[in-house]
């Protein structure tokens, strides 16, 4: 299985920004690949996904407009760039190679990398 590992991560004032990468280890083809988040005692969210053969991004609803997903081919990785940051974006994220045809739904996989922890302080 694909290795990801994920980086970037650490504290920052309300409306502030981070970035966020990820190595895509073991991605060699044509699919999706996404971002989740998982705050202390809640549930695994989706958060962002793009859909390398379309080149079509996915959003969810509580970070549209502020969260942005890429892809840099070259260096075989991702980045999640996050504006105007809140307390609820608090939480450990993930990056996961995922099922292109299912891609829109920002679907959890079987197998996480390493994540890496954002705090929004208000």
């Known amino acids: 299985q694909a290795q990801m590992v994920a980086s970037g991560g650490g504290s920052v004032q309300a409306g502030g920004s981070l970035t966020l990468s990820c190595k895509t280890f073991?991605?060699?083809?044509?699919?999706?690949l996404g971002w989740f988040r998982q705050a202390p005692g809640q549930e695994r969210e989706g958060v962002a996904s793009l859909n390398t053969r379309t080149g079509l991004l996915y959003y969810a609803d509580s970070v549209k407009g502020r969260f942005t997903i890429s892809q840099n081919k070259a260096t075989d990785s991702m980045n999640l760039r996050m504006n105007s940051l809140g307390p609820e974006d608090t939480a450990l994220y993930h990056c996961?190679?995922?099922?292109?045809?299912?891609?829109?739904?920002?679907?959890?996989?079987?197998?996480w990398g390493q994540g890496t922890q954002v705090t929004v302080s208000s």
């Open positions: 996961a190679l995922l099922n292109g045809d299912t891609c829109h739904l920002i679907l959890p996989p079987a197998f």
């Open positions: 073991g991605y060699t083809g044509e699919g999706c």
